[in-house]
């Protein structure tokens, strides 16, 4: 199994993680809102997170819970410029029997985290599915025309890398070949699908079949299947 059919499935993976974590901070939160009680509070501190890009800033907030404690808190939710200023008035809200746990009442407080996480599962999942697809139907289309198509017998012209393509740092490679002999019909180039390493190694003196679809030379498929599955 190559590393782009290995990262597609890696990506699933971690696009279903993010989503499934995406959706218990949902419920979490939701349950946390429901079972809330409402204060007012002051920030009065704010305290600077260090990162290895850059600093960001989490407001203190003190409130006053029904019952009359006194409670500090330290915001989950940092930013740069900082949200709040110190003075700054704030809606808070807590559960009575864990008031130490607040947060302040906005949407970025209580939403920021399963929103990111959604984001990212979303994003991940729905690269992971489109390679997947892709994956799919080259294999389809190239067994209907592995079945039905006119095979053409053609010999290697060259291999190049294919530089508008990167994954992980590199490139993969195409391989070029031309229709073999007379019989062939016209004379034309056909490329390959992407293959990632190199597999000059693998095609000294070899003949690789093409197979066209009947009426529309543009509709091909080079088959590759002699080459060794870590290469393809």
């Known amino acids: 199994m190559n590393r782009v059919s290995i990262m597609k499935y890696v990506l699933l993976a971690f696009g279903a993680l993010m989503l499934a974590i995406a959706g218990i901070d949902t419920h979490n939160t939701r349950s946390f809102v429901a079972q809330a009680t409402h204060a007012h509070g002051t920030v009065i501190d704010l305290v600077r997170r260090h990162s290895s890009d850059s600093d960001t800033y989490a407001p ?13 808190f330290t915001s989950e939710t940092a930013s740069n410029p900082p949200g709040y200023s110190r003075g700054e008035r704030v809606d808070v809200i807590y559960r009575p029997l864990a008031p130490q746990h607040a947060k302040i009442d906005d949407f970025t407080s209580l939403w920021a985290s399963p929103l990111m996480f959604g984001a990212l599962g979303a994003i991940a999942f729905g690269v992971g599915a489109g390679v997947l697809l892709n994956a799919i139907f080259r294999a389809r289309r190239a067994a209907e025309l592995k079945r039905s198509g006119k095979r053409l017998l053609t010999t ?55 197979f066209v679809e009947p009426g529309n030379a543009d509709r091909y498929y080079v088959d590759l299947s002699f080459l060794p599955e870590s290469v393809r």
Not at 60 to 72: C, K, L, S
Not at 176 to 195: L, M, P, W, Y
């Open 60 to 72: 203190v907030v003190r409130f006053v819970t029904a019952d009359g404690e006194n409670v500090e």
């Open 156 to 210: 290697v012209q060259r291999v190049e890398r294919n530089d508008t393509v990167k994954v992980n740092g590199r490139n993969p490679y195409r391989i070029f070949t031309q229709c073999k002999g007379a019989s062939a019909g016209e004379s034309r180039i056909f490329e390959s699908d992407n293959v990632w390493s190199d597999p000059s190694a693998y095609l000294n003196g070899r003949n690789i079949s093409v």
